[in-house]
């Protein structure tokens, strides 16, 4: 292979240093005139079809000064194997051979040689063998590196677009204005694919970035992909890298070793040009804090644009439930976004921390405390935390809420623990890479449980498949299993792998989407009010030619909105047909109030059409056959419209219904109200008065009070095991006297929990008897001594429901002992429909078992004395009791067809659900 005139003129001129290239000594045996090699560094250039090469080798003498031996004859020659080629022999020329002098290492010999290497394939890699020989052809000096031309700019460019753009189209989908009607579906599958792009694309960068024995050109391809990851070449605490731009210097990949000494993300980190270790976490910790505040800001003013445009007079004084309702929805896009890069590059920080300082380590402990916390609230309070890592769950074929919530534990556990592989064991990398496949694979056994089979079917089943045949491809990569060229071979079938993936199931579908929402046959729009609008002269009928109507006018009705009447009037008047109308017969009016409207069969429709027109028609019931409804004048659509948005059709009327309130009190419903101390969450805000202010004036009739022990010996009432704070019983008790019967008279209950000692049990009661005055229940009302009372004659009045002591009976409380109210939980408050008793005795306390006390509070609960509800045997029929039973627990009784045992008691049931 000869070198051209004009490259070797160029070397011979060029005072070129070259790129540091990491290299080993492979010589056999030693003697006195061996060259030991120091220093290996290279240059190229890229020509046709070959690459031209610059060496400079520092080699010394073992015993003595290398720069005073006779070493003219010396000839280099090369050993190179690439992919599908081994050429033996290729020898180059010492275009330069001189002394290098420095006090560290004394003299040693230099030597600057070129060469060529053929280009084989688009990218290359070359293992390489540099012997030095003398005349007799025995070898002096051997130096084994591999050398990695940089890859071709248009690669490079694909490399690092082509992600970009895959992951911007799916965006774009995802926030493509889209009708109200489909919106949800739509949005969160688009979403899930953004996401799900975003997810992959890590997947791209991270698998160059396990402790493998790599092709040279994978990593820095693979890398281009960091901005995923939120690790940049630059960032806001450190723009500047000890390393080369892009890893690249004098044509060629330059690889600086590590101070660990693993291949992994370390030379994953300098062949992307970023800063050290250090810097290059801070960064990325930084510009996660930016993201999340951005992905804030963005999505709370999308919010209220949204709101502004549904109510434009959507005040300040509702911006606390967006803020809060927005914060958690960003929580759960930033996790699913980012807990995989930031829980790999936290648990990197630990491998060497003596090294770079434990600084990082804590920052680092920090964060994956912050990632699992925000996991966990966000797990437990949201129920659609899994919707955007788990695309279409609408079509899920098991919808047992448990299974689906701790899919999702699964699901987030497993991103949280690849990364935790990938950061902290870069050390081990067969363990790595078996790990990540199991991973992988029970990802996919845990979305097919809750999916079904048909997730194989589909494009994120199709997914997780790819992402495992992929994975496993990686082994090709562990040392000893393939040689050079077949780790090439690995490379191009991996890098083939992602640009399938990326084409088939993310942008062909992308572009499909965004051609039906740019060029389908109805525009996309924010509201279906807009479109509805568009699309009404289209409407048509059924009826013939004689109602055929041209555009409907848009005017507005007296009363109501013009939107609201559009909306309507679209929506609604498409059962007519699909010509425009301009009158509705009756037999038709008859059909649409009766199949659309849900009216009774009875309901007198030809009477409704007299109230639309204002004037006198034959009147005649609903339940009649078209054919003989007679004749009657038609209606306008505007009619329709109008009285459709009329009070006299609201769905919850003004006029007050009659109650009968005579029965007695444990055969009605009553409105309940759960941790009515709380105006947010019940993780860490603060109890409040305005709580039980706010549901007594909506009509609540049964608010709860959990009192724990205070300090200075008074109750406060708080929830208990959580970050809220605490208001004093007393306060309590004073507001829910000033606001009990602010909006009815009927009885109000109270329902204690309990957590105090029996000292400030009794200050309980004794404060409820002297705020409450009369309107306590404190004893059995003498007129209800063989039946509850009924709420007519509790009216006023206030009861107190409070636990009772548990008997010691296992029989009684075995299986009931989940059955207490959990604070974490909403529930409402029923009462039982038992039917009377024919016993005679009166309802009265009856002395308690023995070993069993009660206290002052305890016996203020005379018609709600609180117990878990026993075994069918064992309820007490003649004593007044509120059994409490849980959701749980109510279903396994109901699954069984077993009865609840209480027909013909005075007992009422209470039943907390989440």
Not at 106 to 128: A, E, H, M, P, W
Not at 316 to 336: E, H, I
Not at 353 to 375: D, K, W
Request: glycine share 6%; proline share 5%; charged share 15%.
């Amino acid at each position: 292979m000869k070198l051209s005139r004009v490259t070797l003129y160029t070397f011979l001129t060029a005072g070129c240093r070259g790129a540091y290239v990491q290299f080993q000594d492979c010589s056999e045996a030693r003697d006195s005139s061996s060259l030991i090699p120091e220093s290996f560094r290279a240059s190229v250039e890229r020509g046709k079809g070959t690459f031209d090469w610059k060496f400079d080798l520092i080699a010394g003498l073992a015993n003595r000064n290398s720069c005073e031996a006779d070493i003219s004859s010396i000839i280099p020659r090369f050993s190179i194997v690439d992919y599908g080629s081994h050429t033996p022999y290729i020898y180059g020329h010492i275009v330069n051979n001189s002394c290098f002098t420095t006090q560290r290492i004394g003299s040693r010999s230099k030597f600057t040689i070129v060469t060529s290497f053929n280009q084989s394939t688009l990218l290359d890699t070359y293992q390489t063998i540099l012997e030095l020989t003398n005349s007799d052809n025995t070898a002096l000096s051997c130096v084994r590196a591999v050398l990695t031309p940089a890859v071709p700019g248009p690669v490079r460019l694909l490399g690092l677009w082509f992600p970009i753009v895959v992951f911007a189209l799916a965006c774009v989908t995802a926030c493509w204005p889209v009708r109200r009607s489909n919106r949800s579906n739509t949005t969160k599958n688009s979403l899930a694919r953004a996401i799900d792009v975003l997810a992959y694309i890590q997947f791209i960068f991270f698998s160059g970035a396990m402790s493998l024995q790599y092709p040279g050109f994978f990593q820095p391809l693979v890398g281009l992909s960091g901005w995923s990851t939120l690790m940049l070449p630059a960032g806001m605490v450190e723009s500047r890298s000890p390393y080369a731009r892009a890893g690249v210097k004098d044509g060629i990949y330059e690889h600086n070793g590590t101070i660990t000494g693993a291949p992994g993300l370390e030379l994953l980190t300098q062949m992307t040009g970023s800063a050290v270790k250090p810097q290059s976490w801070m960064n990325t910790f930084v510009l996660s804090l930016l993201v999340f505040v951005s992905l804030y800001v963005f999505s709370y003013i999308i919010h209220r644009l949204e709101n502004a445009h549904l109510n434009p007079r959507l005040g300040s004084s509702n911006m606390d439930s967006p803020f809060k309702t927005q914060y958690w929805a960003v929580v759960r896009l930033f996790l699913s976004c980012f807990m995989l890069p930031l829980s790999a590059w936290a648990t990197y920080q630990f491998i060497d921390g003596t090294i770079f300082g434990y600084q990082n380590s804590m920052m680092a402990i920090l964060v994956l405390s912050l990632l699992l916390a925000g996991f966990y609230w966000s797990w437990s309070q949201d129920p659609e935390m899994a919707s955007l890592v788990m695309n279409s769950p609408t079509h899920a074929t098991r919808e047992d809420k448990k299974a689906r919530k701790y899919c999702t534990l699964i699901v987030f556990f497993l991103m949280l623990l690849r990364g935790c592989i990938l950061g902290g064991l870069q050390t081990y990398n067969s363990v790595q890479v078996g790990l990540l496949l199991g991973c992988e694979a029970m990802h996919l056994i845990s979305m097919t449980y809750w999916v079904g089979f048909s997730h194989f079917t589909s494009f994120p089943g199709i997914l997780s498949m790819a992402r495992i045949a992929l994975s496993s491809i990686h082994i090709g990569f562990l040392p000893g299993v393939t040689g050079h060229s077949g780790k090439i071979l690995v490379a191009y079938i991996i890098l083939c792998g992602h640009v399938i993936v990326l084409v088939c199931i993310f942008l062909i579908p992308t572009l499909f989407d965004l051609s039906k929402f740019a060029f389908g046959r109805q525009p996309s729009v924010i509201s279906d009010i807009e479109n509805d609008m568009q699309g009404i002269a289209a409407d048509s009928s059924i009826f013939g030619e004689s109602n055929e109507l041209v555009k409907l006018p848009w005017s507005q009705t007296s009363g109501s909105p013009k939107t609201l009447l559009d909306m309507i009037l679209s929506r609604e008047t498409k059962i007519f047909g699909g010509k425009t109308i301009s009158r509705i017969q009756p037999e038709v009016l008859s059909l649409f109030m009766r199949n659309v409207q849900g009216e009774d069969e009875h309901t007198n429709v030809c009477e409704m059409s007299r109230d639309f027109s204002g004037s006198s028609n034959t009147l005649i019931g609903s339940a009649q056959s078209d054919i003989e409804i007679k004749s009657a004048a038609d209606i306008s659509p505007d009619a329709l419209t109008s009285y459709l948005v009329s009070k006299e059709n609201l769905a919850i009327r003004d006029t007050p219904t009659y109650l009968h309130l005579d029965h007695p009190i444990n055969e009605y419903f009553i409105s309940t109200s759960h941790n009515t101390y709380l105006l947010g969450r019940q993780v860490a805000t603060r109890s409040k008065l305005e709580g039980y202010i706010e549901a007594l004036s909506q009509g609540c009739r049964s608010v709860e009070i959990d009192c724990w022990d205070g300090r200075n010996g008074q109750p406060v009432v708080k929830h208990g095991y959580s970050l809220t704070k605490s208001v004093s019983f007393r306060s309590v008790i004073n507001t829910v006297k000033e606001h009990a019967f602010a909006s009815s008279d009927l009885p109000l209950w109270l329902s204690l929990e309990v957590h105090c000692c029996s000292s400030q049990r009794d200050i309980m009661a004794q404060v409820m008897i002297e705020v409450f005055g009369s309107s306590l229940i404190t004893e059995t009302l003498p007129e209800c001594m063989e039946t509850l009372p009924s709420p007519n004659q509790l009216r006023g009045k206030i009861l107190i429901k409070a636990k009772m002591p548990q008997d010691t009976n296992p029989k009684d409380s075995d299986e009931e002992d989940h059955d207490i109210v959990e604070p974490d939980q909403t529930h409402n408050e029923a009462e039982s429909k038992p039917g009377r008793t024919d016993g005679s005795a009166p309802i009265v306390q009856q002395p308690q078992r023995k070993g069993l006390q009660e206290d002052l509070l305890q016996r203020l609960a005379i018609y709600g004395a609180g117990k878990r509800l026993p075994h069918l045997g064992a309820i007490d029929s003649h004593r007044n009791f509120i059994y409490s039973i849980s959701e749980t627990n109510l279903r396994r009784r109901i699954s069984k067809e077993q009865s609840l045992g209480l027909v013909g008691t005075r007992l009422s049931i209470h039943i907390p659900y989440s």
